[in-house]
């Protein structure tokens, strides 16, 4: 392979990998968002709390799976969301 040809290959694959991503961040979202919706109409406060505890703490973690991969794809001004960096070591 020419070093022209195996860029085209790598900034391919890149592509498709964000486009995976992205889409899978999306569908998380959308879950992650659902949940929440259902959540709201619980009234009794413990059960409430353990509807967030079974979905929404293993949805947020699916989540937060997938957005970790794409940091290691997409450079940290294109992500919607803060990177790890910005968590541990941003002040705002």
């Known amino acids: 392979f020419s070093i022209e040809l195996s860029f085209l290959i ?5 592509v498709d990998v ?4 992205a889409a ?4 998380r979202m959308e879950t992650l968002d659902q949940n929440l919706s259902k959540i709201k109409c619980i009234d ?12 929404i703490c293993p949805a947020m ?6 957005v970790d991969e794409a940091e290691t794809y997409v450079a940290s001004e294109y992500m919607p969301f803060p990177t790890y ?8």
Do not use: H, K, M, T
């Open 10 to 14: 790598v900034n391919r694959l890149l």
């Open 18 to 21: 964000s486009s995976i991503l």
């Open 24 to 27: 899978d961040i999306f569908n």
């Open 44 to 55: 009794n406060v413990e059960e409430r709390s353990y509807a967030y505890r079974d979905r």
């Open 61 to 66: 973690n699916e989540l937060r799976a997938v």
């Open 85 to 92: 960096g910005d968590l541990l070591f941003g002040v705002r």
